[in-house]
């Protein structure tokens, strides 16, 4: 097995020939991935508890999610103590350097992350709607619903970026100030609600599936401090290297085939050329608005 350093760091990677795509991608290509946008990533994960959806054998193998600390976490990744929502604390990596991504990604995961920071658990610093549609809807339907909620999101002084989830919806985050994490689900809850309500039709907010067909359903339950979303340009475990992928609010609007939103491992270092981290306000303090009162 193939050793290499990292920033000073010794890493001993594993099957990096190992095919875990049906087209073709490697393992190899998958750690690529992740070394060679470390700097667009790093600041999206950074004092973040991380949970790990696992897919050692691919995504047409056994797939499960892991919060805690994996057995042989080397000593030098940072570990945090979280709360559990049952009551007690957990401990979780938190990725702080481009060595502990490497030696993260080696394990074959995808990167979910929750709405607040270690240093300051279940204090909201980001708001995120995850944009789900039911088929036959798409995500040009979803794009519809994201013009609606980043409008009114913009009357309550709340700057909405976007990204594809990398399966089938978008997502839309927003940069606050810390808030109560319950406070934060209250008001996306609330939003949602209002959006199902301008949209009829459309979209909707209730989590029953018997609703879904058709829809774009608002899942704002991510906001909850027990919650993680995917974190932008991890990998998915889908049939494809789909990535989750910030975009511009022009390819939002103009989108009128779901092809169009559809990115995988190659696309994003031209994407990167063209655009920069689409999401990097969220990253800065100073963008951050406060939390407005629901409604």
């Known amino acids: 097995m193939p050793v290499v350093t990292v920033e ?123 944009l789900d549609p039911g088929a036959p809807a798409t995500i040009v339907d979803c794009c519809v619903v994201a013009r609606w909620l980043r409008d009114r999101l913009a009357a309550d002084g709340l700057t909405a970026y976007a990204k594809t989830s990398g399966s089938k919806g978008l997502h839309l985050l927003c940069a606050l100030r810390p808030a109560p994490s319950a406070d934060a689900s209250a008001y996306a809850k609330a939003l949602a609600t209002e959006a199902a309500t301008a949209l009829p039709g459309l979209a909707i907010a209730a989590m029953a599936r018997h609703l879904r067909p058709g829809k774009v359903f608002i899942d704002h339950s991510q906001n909850a401090a027990r919650k993680t979303t995917a974190t932008p340009y991890t990998v998915r475990a889908r049939a494809r290297p789909t990535v989750s992928t910030p975009v511009t609010w022009e390819e939002v609007e103009t989108c009128a085939d779901p092809a169009r939103l559809d990115f995988h491992l190659t696309d994003i270092p031209p994407r990167l050329a063209r655009h920069g981290d689409l999401l990097f306000p969220l990253t800065d303090p100073a963008d951050a608005a406060p939390l407005p009162a629901a409604r």
């Not at 190992?18 to 004092?47: F, I, M, N, Q, S």
């Not at 999610?65 to 709360?83: Q, Y």
Request: proline share 9%; net charge neutral; charged share 25%.
């Open 8 to 130: 000073g760091r010794r890493l001993t990677l594993s099957n990096l020939e190992k095919v875990l795509y049906p087209d073709g991608t490697t393992k190899g290509e998958l750690l690529h991935h992740y070394a060679a946008h470390g700097a667009v990533l790093l600041p999206h994960l950074r004092d973040r508890p991380l949970s790990f959806l696992r897919y050692p054998d691919g995504p047409e193998g056994e797939r499960f999610f892991a919060k805690n600390v994996p057995p042989g976490t080397p000593d030098w990744v940072r570990v945090a103590e979280v709360p559990r929502s049952g009551g007690g604390t957990m401990r979780q990596v938190v990725v702080e350097d481009l060595a502990g991504l490497a030696w993260a990604a080696n394990l074959v995961v995808e990167f979910h992350t929750p709405q607040w920071r270690a240093a300051d658990p279940g204090m909201a610093d980001r708001l995120v709607f995850d």
